[in-house]
């Protein structure tokens, strides 16, 4: 079913389609013309980093048909007080394929453990860089894809609170405060003529 | 502060702090915005500025051509081909990498599509997005003996010029013997397909059908195609 839906992109081809549909990306065409393309690599592949402990776990989920290479991940530190070691992954599927050999990958949903360390106490937020690359089963390649990933405390698949703007209220506060003084003093010295 | 001077000079100062408080703030939050957009919900991260998929989002990407766009790249000695180089014939333009597995699985298939239609008006034509060293190795190893032109980000341009401007691999464009572009075919090419578009690609060539005519005819073939496989 995935080789169905792979295989027709030549419907944008379609005279019809062409003014509007070939304006969005490859995978939003099949959308457009009702049918299912393959995935975008940001659906097919979806990933997300937290704090746990002394480690930081970086999780993947991965669509149905879809699968990552082992050997292709990459985490690196993306701040500069951020020491990561290597990312501690389980074992994979073996998927052995005449024309690339023998691969480890993952499907469904991998995490990978990265012990880390700061240096300055947590002056920068911590930021990582991830790569990894993976393919349809249906016969297609993605190119490794870099993010940069802002790891947090929450724990994962649960949406974190919103950081809080401590220098929007103090803004808001001084503004207000700023207003109110400039007015005092633009009235200073000024009498109302009041009617006698 | 008696004057009316100091007075409106001290009210400036004083708005001046105000609008110098709101900029602030609203600096600061736009900083705190990007990593909560970059990361939502805490399940997946969406790009942001430092990759690729964040230009991806907000450029827009080109129309596939009507027609077979003009570039050129380097083949595997090195020497700059201009696939007009092959103006007058039909194309299959198949674009691949070394490390992309089902990219490697075709290549036996287009080996053969180029041999069996030697001599007439049909060339195979490889465009490999890698580095020019993987490439020459691969080909040498896997005997490919149609043309191939390799690149990185002219490769990559010439891509988007089929309006592929962040590819997955495979994916292969067939022209008509005029330069139309009759198909593009993302993902692992096989025989029926292959089979069914050149098919069209001979009625078009020899004026048997119309453009659109075709086109039409290869969207609903490869559809049936699937259907058969998936069933």
Redesign the interface.
């Known amino acids: 079913m995935q080789r169905t839906q792979a295989t027709l992109l030549s419907l944008f081809l379609l005279l019809g389609a062409a003014g509007t549909a070939h304006a969005k990306p490859w995978w939003m065409r099949g959308i457009e013309s009702n049918e299912t393309d393959f995935l975008p690599p940001d659906v097919a592949f979806r990933v997300a980093a937290r704090i746990d402990g002394s480690a930081l776990k970086v999780r993947w989920v991965i669509a149905d048909g879809y699968y990552l290479y082992k050997q292709k991940f990459e985490v690196k530190a993306e701040s500069p007080d951020l020491l990561v070691s290597a990312p501690q992954l389980p074992a994979g599927v073996v998927k052995t394929d005449p024309y690339l050999g023998t691969q480890e990958i993952y499907t469904q949903q991998v995490e990978a453990v990265v012990p880390y360390t700061r240096i300055d106490a947590g002056a920068h937020p911590i930021q990582i860089k991830v790569t990894y690359q993976g393919c349809a089963e249906a016969g297609l390649c993605y190119p490794p894809i870099t993010k940069v990933l802002f790891p947090n405390a929450q724990p994962a698949l649960v949406a974190p609170n919103v950081p809080p703007y401590p220098w929007e209220s103090i803004a808001i506060t001084a503004g207000a405060f700023a207003f109110l003084l400039a007015g005092l003093v633009l009235r200073k010295g000024r009498k109302l003529d009041v009617p006698a | 502060?008696?004057t009316p001077g100091l007075?409106?000079l001290?009210?400036a100062l004083?708005?001046l702090?105000?609008?110098w408080?709101?900029l602030?703030?609203y600096s600061?939050?736009r900083a705190?915005e990007i990593?909560?957009v970059?990361?939502p919900?805490?399940?997946?991260?969406?790009?942001?500025r430092?990759?690729?998929?964040a230009s991806?989002a907000a450029v827009?990407?080109?129309?596939?051509p009507?027609r077979l766009p003009d570039f050129s790249l380097r083949d595997l000695t090195g020497k700059s081909i201009s696939i007009s180089a092959w103006s007058g014939k039909s194309l299959v333009v198949n674009f691949w990498?070394t490390?992309?597995?089902?990219?490697?699985?075709?290549?036996p298939l287009l080996k053969t599509i180029s041999a069996e239609w030697a001599g007439r008006d049909l060339k195979v034509v490889g465009i490999a997005v890698d580095y020019p060293d993987k490439v020459k190795d691969f080909a040498g190893r896997f005997k490919i003996d149609y043309p191939v032109l390799i690149g990185d980000q002219d490769a990559l341009d010439v891509a988007a010029k089929f309006?592929?401007?962040?590819?997955?691999?495979?994916?292969t464009v067939f022209t008509d013997r005029r330069g139309e572009?009759?198909?593009?075919?993302?993902?692992?090419l096989h025989r029926p397909?292959v089979d069914f578009?050149l098919s069209e690609v001979q009625d078009l060539n020899q004026d048997r059908i119309q453009l659109?005519e075709a086109?039409?005819a290869?969207?609903d073939g490869?559809?049936a195609?699937?259907?058969k496989?998936?069933g």
């Open positions: 502060m008696n007075r409106l001290g009210a004083v708005a702090l105000g609008i408080a709101g602030k703030a600061v939050r705190h990593p909560a970059a990361v919900a805490g399940v997946a991260s969406a790009p942001n430092s990759d690729g998929a991806e827009p990407h080109p129309l596939v009507a990498a490390w992309c597995a089902p990219c490697r699985r075709e290549i309006g592929m401007a962040s590819p997955a691999f495979p994916f572009v009759v198909a593009l075919f993302l993902g692992e397909q578009i659109p086109r039409r290869i969207a490869l559809q195609l699937a259907e496989q998936a």
